[in-house]
């Protein structure tokens, strides 16, 4: 990614290999740089984005949605799901999948299909969960896990062309919810970590990852989670900063566990966190230099739960409405 | 096939000369494909000539290899961003893009079936930009 920044006048230019995707905020600049690049390169002007790595992006003027309605109908096309019944989530509640059960003849099959459904996780938050899940058994995957996959699948059919709508109403400031499970995967034992980052109210990152060792506690499980968000809010700002936007304000952080914001905000040593490495107490730094706040948000608010835990439909669809996801296809 | 052929030979992507002893020249072939246009209708017939890359040795042939992709994180940010202060978005797309690629090292390749002239049967082409399939390329 390329940025040209002359007085007030801004330009981004983002290359993916041979796609070019120009932004900025005066007209006349981004005509010129058009021209410098037909100048030195055998180029396509495709005129305003529709259609970029398979997303398709339609803007309006209340804002931006991004969807993979036509890769979302591909998949369920050639897994034969067309015709399927859908499904209201993407995984049965509390669902733990286990390593036992009949293997998979053509694992190569599960292995492509979980492989299209990772791609799919680039403009719906509401799947990543599910498919992280199902990632963990590539290796080996088992029948079970083709079902677990194929749930996905009819959960898509219900409404393929949901996306991501960036609203055009924005106070620029970052906002993250990080959540931790623990000790949630029955295999190792270890515990995923799953946030979520606002531009307000515009989702724009969000990660469900299994953490590298086993905690001890469900505290620290939170901590080494709010210590990854953490690096993530560092990187944005950073990248914001890129894009000309300058962050006074600091980072917000929310979080539902008091205990794990207590061992960041005091650096005490505590008989149980003194195994804690020391690069989880990165995040003391970053609260001491005044680049990101904690704040205490109720479990009923987490919005990172859902990159945690399976939800039951109750929970599950008003939780990715105030993610952002819609679907502008949906008749309602 | 052609105007791959020409878009190949105006860019300087290889010039035709004899092979020194001790290289040995990779395969290529050419690959067709149908464009569809987004109705399922015939856009054009595409011809496209690949390198047999999957024969290079690492270290010898090739050093190592990059690609200019962005994170899509990036892009998430760049379009919210662009919602948020109402600018205007567009696209373009690099014809023959692995062409523009510069080659440090120095790479033989069998001339592509269609490029055969008179009296030159025994020479091969001294690859100057990267072509498709080439470890270069990936």
């Known amino acids: 990614m390329f940025t040209k920044t002359q007085g007030k006048l801004f330009i981004a230019l983002l290359i993916y290999v041979d796609d070019i995707l120009i932004t900025g905020n005066d007209h006349a600049s981004i005509v010129d740089t058009k021209k ?27 804002g931006i949605f991004i969807c993979q309605r036509k890769y979302a109908l591909e998949i369920i096309d050639d897994v034969g799901l067309l015709g399927a019944a859908p499904i209201n989530t993407p995984m049965e509640r509390g669902l733990k999948l286990s390593d036992q059960g009949v293997l998979l003849k053509e694992p190569s099959k599960y292995r492509r299909l979980v492989g299209r459904l990772i791609y799919l996780t680039v403009s719906r938050p509401d799947i990543t969960y599910a498919v992280h899940v199902l990632s963990r058994f590539m290796h080996e995957p088992r029948k079970l896990h083709m079902e677990a996959a194929l749930r996905v699948i009819r959960y898509l059919k219900g409404a393929p062309g949901q996306g991501l709508f960036f609203l055009s109403n924005n106070d ?13 995967c029955p295999l190792n034992r270890r515990s995923t970590t799953g946030y979520c980052v606002f531009l307000r109210p ?18 620290e499980a939170e901590y080494r989670a709010m210590t990854g968000a953490c690096c993530e809010l560092t990187w944005l700002r950073q990248l914001l900063k890129d894009l000309g936007l300058i962050h006074h304000k600091a980072a917000l952080l929310f979080y539902d566990n008091k205990a794990a914001l207590h061992i960041a905000a005091n650096p005490v040593f505590h008989k149980r966190t003194r195994h804690i490495e020391m690069d989880c107490h990165f995040i003391r730094d970053k609260i001491q230099d005044g680049s990101v706040i904690t704040r205490y948000v109720s479990s009923a608010h987490q919005l990172a739960d859902i990159l945690t835990k399976s ?10 409405r105030k993610l952002g996801v819609q679907d502008i296809h949906s008749p309602t | 096939m052609t105007s791959e052929l020409q878009a190949l030979q105006a860019n300087g992507t290889w010039t035709l000369t004899t092979l ?20 399922g209708t015939v856009e054009r017939h595409k011809a496209r000539l690949v390198a047999k890359g999957f024969t290079q040795l690492e270290g010898i042939d090739y050093q190592d290899t990059f690609s ?16 948020a202060c109402g600018w205007s978005l ?22 592509p079936p269609g490029l055969q002239r008179q009296g030159e049967i025994n020479l091969v082409c001294r690859l100057h930009k990267s072509l498709y399939g080439l470890k270069q390329a990936s």
Not at chain 1, 49 to 59: Q, R
Not at chain 2, 68 to 83: D, G, W
């Open chain 2, 20 to 39: 020194p002893t001790g290289k040995t020249p990779i395969g290529c072939r050419w690959v067709y494909k149908v464009k569809l246009r987004s109705d």
């Open chain 2, 90 to 111: 567009h696209q373009m797309d690099v014809h023959n893009a692995f062409l523009h690629g510069n080659l440090a090292e120095e790479i033989y390749m069998s001339p």
């Open chain 1, 36 to 62: 410098f690049l037909h100048s030195q390169f055998n180029l396509k002007d495709l005129g305003n984005l529709k259609y970029f790595l398979g997303i398709e992006v339609s803007a309006s003027k209340k």
């Open chain 1, 172 to 184: 620029f400031r970052l906002r993250a919810y990080c959540d931790s499970d623990w000790a949630g």
């Open chain 1, 311 to 320: 939800l039951g439909k109750e929970n599950f669809v008003p939780m990715i």
């Open chain 2, 68 to 83: 200019p992709t962005a994170k899509i994180i990036s892009v998430r940010c760049l379009l919210a961003l662009a919602a």
């Open chain 1, 202 to 219: 515009s989702l724009i990152s969000w990660r469900s990852k299994r953490q590298k060792t086993v905690s001890l506690s469900s505290v």
